[in-house]
C-alpha cells in the first residue's frame, strides 16, 4: 500500500475531532433530528476510534513481540541439528538409527523457515502468510521431535555437552512449541483488532467516515453551499483506507 495508508486511519481519527469542533463552535444552531449525527453521539464515536487504534497499536506490539521471540527461539537451530547428527555418529547407535537420525535432519536443514512473519507497523495490513508459515514451522518442530526420538532410544547417546542433553533438547523443542503458538494467537489477535478497527472507522451508515460525510452535508443544509461555516469544514477530508 501507499504511504498514506500507514497514516489514514489516524488522519481520519484526527480530522474528525477537528470536525467536532467546528461542530461545538455552531452551538445550538447545529441541531440535527439524525440521532447519530449530534454533538454527544459524535464524541462518543471519536472516543470508540480512538480506543480502537490505541488497542491495534497494543496488538501488534504484542504481535512484534511474539514474532521477535520466535525467530530467537529458533536461532541456531539447523547448526544444532548438525551437531547433533556429528555427536550421534560417535555412538554404539546403527547404521540405520543413524539413517534415520539424518533423515530427519535433511527435512530440517532442507525446509527454510523463512521470517514470513516479521515485525510490522501497527497501521499497515497484517501479513497474510501467517498460516503457511506457522505450518512450516510446525513441521520444523515435528522433525525436531522426531530426531530427539531416534537419539533418546539409543541407550549410548550420552553427551556431556548440556546443550546436546536430551533433557535440554526437550525443554527446547517444548519452547519452540510455546513461542509458535504465542505467534499464532498474536496474529488473531491484530487481525481481529484490525477488522474491530475498521468497523468503526468504515462501517456502513454508522462509521466514523460516514458519519463525519453526513456532518458535512448538514452543516451544508444550514448554513448554505457558499456559507463561511460550510467553508470550514468542506475541506476536511475522510477517506476509506480500509483493505
Do not use: W
Amino acid at each position: 500500500m501507499p504511504a498514506y495508508y500507514e497514516t489514514g486511519h489516524a488522519k481520519n481519527v484526527a480530522n474528525f475531532q477537528d470536525l467536532i469542533a467546528f461542530v461545538t463552535g455552531y452551538g445550538a444552531t447545529y441541531n440535527p433530528t439524525k440521532n447519530t449525527l449530534k454533538l454527544p453521539q459524535l464524541t462518543t464515536l471519536y472516543t470508540s476510534a480512538n480506543n480502537a487504534l490505541a488497542d491495534v497499536v497494543a496488538k501488534n506490539t504484542a504481535y512484534n513481540n511474539a514474532v521477535n521471540a520466535r525467530i530467537a527461539t529458533f536461532d541456531g537451530f539447523r547448526a544444532l541439528c548438525t551437531r547433533l547428527i556429528n555427536a550421534f555418529q560417535t555412538t554404539d547407535a546403527t547404521s540405520e538409527k543413524i539413517a534415520d537420525a539424518k533423515g530427519f535432519n535433511r527435512k530440517i536443514q532442507g525446509q527454510r523457515s523463512t521470517k514470513t512473519a516479521t515485525p510490522v507497523d501497527a497501521s499497515t495490513p497484517a501479513p497474510t502468510t501467517i498460516s503457511s508459515s506457522h505450518q512450516s514451522y510446525d513441521q520444523l518442530i515435528q522433525h525436531f521431535a522426531g530426531l530427539i526420538s531416534v537419539l533418546q532410544s539409543e541407550p549410548t547417546y550420552a553427551p556431556n555437552e548440556n546443550d546436546l542433553k536430551i533433557a535440554t533438547l526437550t525443554a527446547k523443542q517444548t519452547d519452540m512449541t510455546a513461542k509458535n503458538t504465542a505467534l499464532a494467537t498474536a496474529f488473531t489477535a491484530i487481525s481481529n483488532s484490525r477488522i474491530a478497527r475498521d468497523k468503526v472507522l468504515y462501517k456502513d451508515i454508522t462509521g466514523l467516515v460516514p458519519i463525519a460525510n453526513d456532518v458535512k452535508k448538514y452543516i451544508k443544509s444550514i448554513f448554505g453551499a457558499s456559507s463561511a461555516e460550510y467553508a470550514e469544514v468542506k475541506s476536511i477530508e475522510f477517506k476509506n483506507v480500509k483493505k
